[in-house]
């Protein structure tokens, strides 16, 4: 994928998150009446066939499903603790465990690869994926006292 095709698969992203935020209106039953669907609309006509599910159909499809999914435990564990080991824990069993378990499914469907051969396609990431761990526990550790990103 080139650098113009990202940038345009990110601005869209933006561009969808930005009118998430705009006001609702809210006329029957629980779902609201918001411009995202406008937005969607929009940004895929534009993207074409480079946004929307495109990356799903790819070797890396059970890596992406597995972020949002890890986020989700890595989010549980934040929420009852502050402490960097606890929380480091969390971002190894979910943020490289869960990740790469997933993402050693996905290798296997799309690749037709042994489970074995998928998993070890993990290996070099291991090094530098532990060190974000340490940096994201740290980074997390420090602002998870502010309350900066608490809606609730």
Known sequence: MKTRDLTFIALGAAIIAAVSSLPQIQLVGAVPIT???LAIMT???I???KGG???FVGPTVGYLIAFPIAGFFI???AEKTRRFVPLFIGM???????VY??????LMAVLDLSFKDAFAINYPFVLWDTIKAVIATTIAVRLLPLRLF???
Not at 101 to 106: M, N, P, Q, R
């Open 101 to 106: 378990l997933l993402g050693t499914f996905g």
């Open 53 to 55: 599910l495109a990356p």
């Open 35 to 37: 411009l995202q669907m």
């Open 47 to 49: 993207l074409g066939g």
């Open 75 to 77: 989010g549980l564990v």
């Open 92 to 98: 190894i069993v979910f943020g490289l465990g869960l």
């Open 150 to 152: 608490r809606t609730a």
């Open 43 to 45: 940004v895929s006509a």
